[in-house]
């Protein structure tokens, strides 16, 4: 594993959380007529962009929470931080609570990670994408780098 997969562990994560959110905001705002349609006022139309980007923030928020995406534990355990999201585990025996919901005090530590997730997502899905597309970009110039300063083997005759 490159000293880069965690990072893009990280950021495959909030990109896909943040086009969930993003889908789900969409089509609330298409419900809405007020938000659906632009205006040429230029005072409105700041009032309907402000507006969206609330209705944003709280599905991300919301999203975040319902997922139990705790920015906090996805950040210790970023080898594999899908494995971090949800508040229960499907195992043999069944349902079973995760550790965060064993007393209030745990349950309000995940559910201010997932805040903070919540808001990370509001930088939205484009965001993330790009921000991939560079640290993949990155870790393919440092292959290359590195393939280039290890002198080629040549086989044994």
Known sequence: MSSLEPLINLIVVL?????????ATNLLKLGQPDLRVRTT?????????????????????????????????ILASLNA?????GW????????????ATANL???????????VTG???????????ELLDGILELRGLAQNLKKKADPPTTPEG
């Open 15 to 23: 990109a896909v959380l943040s086009l969930a959110a993003e889908r």
């Open 41 to 73: 006022d230029d005072a409105k139309e700041k009032l309907r962009e402000q507006a969206i980007t609330w209705q944003s923030v709280f599905i991300g928020v919301g999203l975040a929470l319902l997922m139990k995406a705790d920015m906090f534990e």
């Open 81 to 85: 931080p899908w494995d971090t999201l």
């Open 88 to 99: 229960v585990r499907v195992t043999d025996s069944g349902w079973v609570r995760v550790p």
């Open 105 to 115: 005090g745990t349950a309000l530590y995940a559910a201010g990670g997932s805040v």
């Open 119 to 129: 808001l990370a997502l509001g930088f939205g899905s484009k965001f993330w994408h």
